[in-house]
């Protein structure tokens, strides 16, 4: 009989602290944007559009660092990752001007795609057994959300005992402690001997003319631009729309006294819920088909946007919405980056996952900017809200057709 391989490897553990501390100061932004805006006097899609093109860097990044990693070594991808990282952060700190932190988030962007899911959960993958891969992609990607539920209190907290500029130099020295896990990144190759005979371009075109892969790429918009949307926005919506009513409610009574606490509060508990659906997910998606799991997600994540726009605005739906929200959050990543693994392979994955990806940050470009030129066009976030409604149905509709049949390798 034989012994069944663990699933906490050294991999495994250290990609969680890479993502947790990744996700942490990146799900923070939101929490900047009234204290950035109030001191410098922007307008709120100013900021907006700098958090917007951080998104867009870090979608157009992610191919490019999973093609180092792929060819480079995982640990060189993670190492430049966590130095542009921490630039970028440290030239933020010192912008006074709209256009230099738009020009310095391209950094931050990009660092994020270094040391997020497409480097990160390409190496858990192959370090993963058959048995384990699901299982543990699905715990990495729930370190994101553990991540999120530290990152915008921790925000929260630090801009109560120093500027919003030390915040940003704080969170650059924590970008770079994730160098101190690089010895534990070594992933043995799980690729199978036909896969590492092919070529990347012999697998790049196949997955380009199979119509499953671009829907897979158009399904992923959605997901960006809901997460960019809330990331960056819900804090300060929450802060607008519930400051009239906390006082009166409960959640005055047991310490949650300022609605910038509330979207601290908020952000964290969607990260919370998050742990327990993503790990959910992962553990479903080795018993049912991943594109229905991704169609159920996004349908889910529809109805529950739907009813928190409509029923009346108070402290507790926000954070019963946070709750239900966070249960689906990133509950799509290790079931969309397991579905690409099993329809073309792990030897490329990094790459495949990269480019289905950018569509994810496009979305979150056009969620996070879009918020930002609504509001300050029309001094509400209604519109942004329902188009989010819209492209989720989309989503959940273009996923019933994918074929979650691999195709066979090309003969070498």
Known sequence: MTKSSPLFTPVLIAGCLIIMISFAIR???????????????????????????????????????????????????????????????????????????????VLVGFGIAGTGFGVILAVVGRAATDEH????????????????????????WLLGVMSWQGVFLTFAALILAVLLTLPMMRAPEAAKQVEAAEKM?????????????????????????????????????????????????????VGITTTSALGAVAISLIGLSNIGGTILAGWLSNRFAKKNLLALIYALRTVISCVFILVPMTPETVLL????????????????????AHLYGLQYMG??????????????????????????????????????????????????????????????
């Not at 715990?139 to 915008?152: E, F, L, N, P």
């Not at 918009?221 to 906390?246: D, K, N, R, W």
Request: hydrophobic fraction near 55%.
């Open 321 to 340: 919405f946070a709750v239900s929200m966070g249960a689906l959050w990133l509950a799509t990543v290790p079931l969309t980056s397991g579905l690409v």
């Open 27 to 105: 799900a923070s932004f939101g929490v900047f944007q009234i204290p950035i805006a109030e001191e410098l006097g922007w307008m709120r899609a100013e900021f907006s559009l700098a958090i917007a093109i951080q998104n867009l860097a870090w979608g157009f990044g992610q191919p490019i660092f999973g093609a180092i990693s792929e060819k480079m070594g995982d640990r060189k991808a993670i190492f430049f990752g966590a130095i542009l990282y921490a630039l970028g952060l440290v030239a933020s700190s010192a912008a006074v001007t709209p256009g230099a932190m738009q020009a310095y988030e």
């Open 201 to 253: 371009s012999v697998i790049l075109a196949r997955a380009f003319r199979d119509p499953s892969y671009t829907m897979i790429f158009l399904g992923f918009f959605s997901c960006g631009y809901q997460l960019g949307f809330m990331t960056a926005h819900f804090p300060a919506f929450v802060t607008e729309i519930c400051g009239p009513i906390l006082a009166g409610s409960l959640l005055h009574t």
């Open 133 to 156: 891969r699901a299982m543990a992609m699905a715990i990495a990607t729930a370190a994101g959300s553990a991540g999120q539920v530290i990152g915008a209190p921790l925000a929260e």
């Open 351 to 412: 790459t495949l996952y990269g480019i289905v990806f950018f569509s994810h940050q496009v979305g979150s470009f056009l969620g996070v900017w879009l918020g930002g030129r609504m509001y300050d066009t029309y001094g509400t976030y209604d519109a942004v809200w329902w188009v989010g409604v819209g492209v989720g149905a989309f989503s959940a509709l273009i996923h019933l057709p994918v074929r979650e049949n691999r195709q066979a390798p090309l003969a070498a």
